[in-house]
């Protein structure tokens, strides 16, 4: 199985096969509305991931373990305050709220699904689409975001510290500079962090093992 064009998100910068390309989220400005920063970001990224490609019409994992966690505390605030509910707030704070909406921007009706694993949410996406991609037998879109978490959660002990979105496609019919496969035979519970695999697509390294409580992946060049 091929990795195609991995792109990632960091630090309000762009980077990795579109290394040149605009945040390019093809939205009507009342979704954008709807979307902000955030959205934009990751709808921008999952787009990247399917340009030139002959169709966007394609099944698409999604992954994240916190979500928009500014949606939710001003949902909160809200409650708190004895206000109602903002509609878009609690409607985009679903966690399929952003795939749902790359989906209308696109016009794809293939499906797409949501994942969040805890401290493993990247490796289970992962794996998530992985499976599909061997039970479907086609293109598999995957992405992954994860945001610093608002000062509401400094009290509480998460390394989360960081801002990125990370997506790629999934293919066996195109050459690609990255092969990704599936041991189920070494279990790890360590956790895996995301910019391993960043600095694996940017330096010389032969290959990077995300680990997982039921295996590990490789990715080899």
Known sequence: ??????CWWK???IKGHHHDSPL????PKT???RLGNIGFNILSVMNLCTENSETDDMIWVVSSRHGDTNRMIRLFQNVCDNELLSPTDFSMSVHNAL???HSITTKNTSMHTAISGGVHSFALGLLEAYVLFKTKNQKIGYLYYDFKLPDAYSALEIDNQESLIIGMTLDDDIQSDFCLNYDDTNKNQDI???NDLISFFCHNSNKCIIPMPSGQF???K
Do not use: D, T, W
Request: aromatic share 4%; hydrophobic share 50%; glycine share 4%.
């Open 31 to 33: 979704l954008k509305r």
């Open 11 to 13: 630090s309000n910068e």
């Open 1 to 6: 199985m091929q990795i195609l064009k991995p």
């Open 192 to 194: 895996f962090n995301v």
């Open 99 to 101: 795939p749902g909406m």
């Open 218 to 220: 490789i990715i080899s």
């Open 24 to 27: 390019i989220a093809h939205v």
